[in-house]
């Protein structure tokens, strides 16, 4: 069974505890799943390298302030939609009833779907928070990493903002390469299904309706 609470370690916010943490991500992947370490190896060995306040400040210009993206899936999937809203009521209940600690981020942080995967028990319910929520939200985040779209964004932001975090060119897209990894790892574990997405207005339906019932 893969250990996808490990994996949600990667995207912590930055500290001692939490490279040590990754250090042992790279060193499970490189046991395990060799093809899919390759992926991560240039965030662990960036982590490694890079000062705690250059990692912070990456860290939060890639998904705090004025971010590339954000680590809330529902928010990636649904936007400002009320779904979002009924999701995370009922992803909290399932947090519940799986006993997993959610700490201070939201239900539908990426952190807290990828520990919720082996804790619940419920087979459906796992596959639908695969494949309605988890694998169309990174695909969507990793798309944000384009440079196009991100020297987009960069354009709005001076102009609105007329300021912006530093950015080490080398290391500023850095997190794309866990979310890949994470990713190409689901794919093992859960192939692509044909036809298994609804269109978008039907998906928001229908996920929340799956939730809304296995609750």
Not at 187 to 204: C, G
Request: net charge negative; hydrophobic share 40%.
């Amino acid at each position: 069974m893969i250990r996808y609470e490990l994996l949600g370690d990667l995207f912590l916010y930055p500290s001692e505890e939490v490279k040590a943490k990754i250090c042992d991500v790279q060193k499970y992947l490189d046991e395990n799943f060799l093809i899919v370490s390759d992926l991560l190896r240039d965030f662990s060995e960036f982590v490694k390298m890079t000062s705690l306040k250059e990692w912070e400040e990456i860290y939060t210009r890639t998904f705090d302030v004025q971010a590339i993206t954000t680590l809330d899936l529902g928010y990636v999937v649904f936007g400002d939609d009320y779904k979002r809203g009924e999701l995370l009521v009922n992803l909290g209940n399932e947090h519940k009833a799986a006993n997993n600690d959610c700490g201070t981020e939201l239900a539908d942080h990426l952190t807290n779907l990828l520990r919720l995967i082996n804790k619940t028990a419920d087979s459906e319910l796992k596959h639908d928070l695969i494949y309605y929520i988890i694998k169309p939200a990174l695909k969507k985040i990793i798309s944000e990493f384009d440079k196009d779209s991100i020297n987009g964004k960069n354009k709005v932001y001076e102009k609105h903002h007329r300021t912006l975090i530093e950015q080490n060119e080398i290391n500023r897209l850095i997190y794309q390469k866990p979310l890949l990894a994470i990713l190409e790892l689901i794919r093992i574990a859960f192939p692509d299904e044909q036809n298994t997405f609804p269109e978008e207005k039907d998906f928001a339906k229908e996920i929340s309706n799956e939730l809304e019932i296995q609750s």
